[in-house]
């Protein structure tokens, strides 16, 4: 079976470029997640997603990023305008039915913002 | 006030021995989960073991359980017979409620490096 799937893996861009960070979730899983990992902050929630809508989007750190999940099989993450201090590695995961089941991690996308 | 605390950055273990990372948690929330993941240095994250806080019996997993001392909010992961595959960082995370609302909170994980 896929897990979770994330693309592009590695991103390298300049400041004050857009970003677009993608996600396919586990086919059938309900729940997705945007987490950011810096060594600094450690991991952080950014935003989920029950049922393709937004329930907390809390962690967001400003404005410039948003999200979006037009159907149960697709998430974006942007950033617009980049700034260095977004480098991070950005995490997607999924997970399906009651909130006691675990969540699926994808790979990973490691952003650098020169 | 952190929800979950895991005071040891790194940890070292002989391979073959057993070895306790040491995860506490703060919530008011009667009905929580709380959950151990695995990122080895490939970067993925993995999971591990997970203990509800109904659960009356401490979770296994193979070689992982879960020391789940409710009245304390610790939540240790026990690793048995460590092997070197095990070394990586390890992350407690825990869920407070229930339903859509809830969402998961990690600690700051715990570097484990199995020696020979």
């Known amino acids: 079976d896929a897990g979770v799937i994330q693309s592009p893996r590695h991103e390298v861009t300049e400041m004050g470029q857009e970003v677009t960070l993608r996600c396919k979730p586990i086919s059938g899983h309900n729940s997705l997640f945007w987490y950011r990992q810096t060594m600094m902050r450690g991991l952080e929630l950014l935003i989920y997603f029950n049922n393709n809508v937004p329930i907390d989007d809390s962690g967001m750190p400003e404005d410039r990023f948003s999200a979006k999940m037009p159907n149960a099989s697709f998430s974006t993450l942007k950033i617009q305008p980049s700034e260095p201090r977004d480098s991070a590695v950005y995490f997607c995961?999924?997970?399906?039915?009651?909130?006691?089941?675990?969540?699926?991690f994808g790979p990973g996308t490691r952003l650098t913002v020169l | 006030a952190q929800k979950i605390t895991q005071t040891q950055p790194g940890m070292f273990v002989q391979e073959k021995e057993a070895v306790t990372l040491d995860c506490t948690y703060d919530t008011s929330d009667p009905s929580y989960g709380l959950f151990w993941y695995k990122q080895p240095s490939s970067g993925e994250m993995i999971f591990l073991i997970y203990?509800?806080?109904?659960?009356?019996q401490n979770a296994t997993e193979g070689r992982y359980s879960l020391n789940f001392q409710k009245a304390r909010k610790s939540a240790n992961l026990v690793i048995s017979a460590s092997q070197l595959g095990d070394s990586a960082m390890y992350f407690c995370a825990m869920r407070e409620g229930t339903g859509t609302a809830s969402k998961l909170t990690f600690g700051t994980g715990t570097r484990l490096q199995v020696t020979l």
């Open positions: 995961a999924s997970s399906f039915g009651s909130s006691y089941n675990e969540q699926f």
């Open positions: 203990q509800g806080s109904y659960d009356q």
